[in-house]
Every structure is written in C-alpha cells, then in structure tokens.
Nanobody
Framework: QVQLVESGGGLVQPGGSLRLSCAAS????????MRWYRQGSGKERELVAT????????SYTDSVRGRFTISRDNAKNIVYLQMHSLKPEDTAVYYC????????WGQGTQVTVSS
C-alpha cells in the first residue's frame, strides 16, 4: 500500500532553515509528480511546491518562491523541501502528497517558526 512518511519538522527561529523529507513506498515513485502542502492553524490547506516525476520541473506558491526548494531522489524514493529564511507565517503542518488513482497523504510534520 502507498505510504508517505514526513520528517524533519521542528521549532526554528525566524530567518532559520529546515529540511523536510518525505519517504515514499508502495508505488513507482519515479513515475509520479510529488507535492508539498501545508496547513496553518485555522487555515485551509495550501499547495506549497510541486516537482515533476523526473525532478526536472518545479513550481512554487508565490509566498515561498525563492526561499523554498523542492527536490527528489528517485533512487531513495524521497522528496525533500528545503526551507530557508523562514517566517512566522510559514508555521504549519507540512504534508507530502501523491496523486494516483486517489490522493495519498502523509501524516504531516509540524513546522513552527517563532522566537
């Protein structure tokens, strides 16, 4: 069965960096686009970044472009989200997602940006 397991979240000061990882299993990872979403408290879940199956194409929501980088390792079945210059408004639970016949989500990892 499809499994997505996020890790790497935590508490960081404004301006700091974190790298999130999402380990995937149960499907042919290299055949699918991967996405990172986030959901802040009391907010709707929003798409943060997308990467094509080969890793050759990426896209970002405006609020993170230039600060976040999505990447993937198809040999290890992992997708990453490198986050720099973090702001309090980046505080959220971050999820990875793959869309196949259904949408599959991980359990999420909490990122808190606070001094």
């Amino acid at each position: 069965q499809v499994q997505l397991v996020e890790s790497g979240g935590g508490l960081v000061q404004p301006g700091g960096s974190l790298r999130l990882s999402c380990a995937a299993s149960g499907f042919t990872f290299s055949s699918y686009f991967m996405r990172w979403y986030r959901q802040g408290s009391g907010k709707e879940r929003e798409l943060v970044a997308t990467i094509t199956n080969s890793g050759g194409g990426t896209s970002y929501t405006d609020s993170v472009r230039g600060r976040f980088t999505i990447s993937r390792d198809n040999a290890k079945n992992i997708v990453y989200l490198q986050m720099h210059s973090l702001k309090p408004e980046d505080t959220a639970v971050y999820y990875c997602m793959v869309r196949g016949p259904y949408e599959y989500w991980g359990q999420g990892t909490q990122v808190t940006v606070s001094s």
